[in-house]
Nanobody, 128 residues
Framework: QVHLVESGGGLVQPGGSLRLSCAASGSIFGIDGMGWYRQAPGKQRELVARITDTGSENYVGSVRGRFTISRDNAKNTLYLQMNSLKPEDTAVYYC??????????????????????WGQGTLVTVSS
């Protein structure tokens, strides 16, 4: 069974930084790398950062240049360094695999059904 545990969230002022971690165990099949998703209240879940098996990175436009995704395969850990945080970044952040063919941005229902197991997420609040 896949087990995902996110940590590192908290309250930060605009312009501040946070580093999120994701500890993963078990196997996720039919994926193309790992990524970070987020969901703000009243909004749809979106894929904001991904890293492939070869180390290639992709970001949704709203976070590009501010967020950096990385991984430590030996520790089965995924990271998200978030700099220059904005109030619009406030959301619960989740890590998970990325099914083949899924684009950056808003996640569709089929993808959510395919990714059956999610962690509890970690809440990031950007506010003065």
């Amino acid at each position: 069974q896949v087990h995902l545990v996110e940590s590192g969230g908290g309250l930060v002022q605009p312009g501040g930084s946070l580093r999120l971690s994701c500890a993963a165990s078990g196997s996720i099949f039919g994926i193309d790398g790992m990524g970070w998703y987020r969901q703000a209240p009243g909004k749809q879940r979106e894929l904001v950062a991904r890293i492939t098996d070869t180390g290639s990175e992709n970001y949704v436009g709203s976070v590009r240049g501010r967020f950096t995704i990385s991984r430590d395969n030996a520790k089965n850990t995924l990271y998200l360094q978030m700099n220059s945080l904005k109030p619009e970044d406030t959301a619960v952040y989740y890590c998970n695999g990325i099914p083949y063919g899924v684009p950056m941005g808003i996640v569709g229902p089929a993808t959510l059904r395919y990714l059956e197991v999610w962690g509890q997420g970690t809440l990031v609040t950007v506010s003065s």
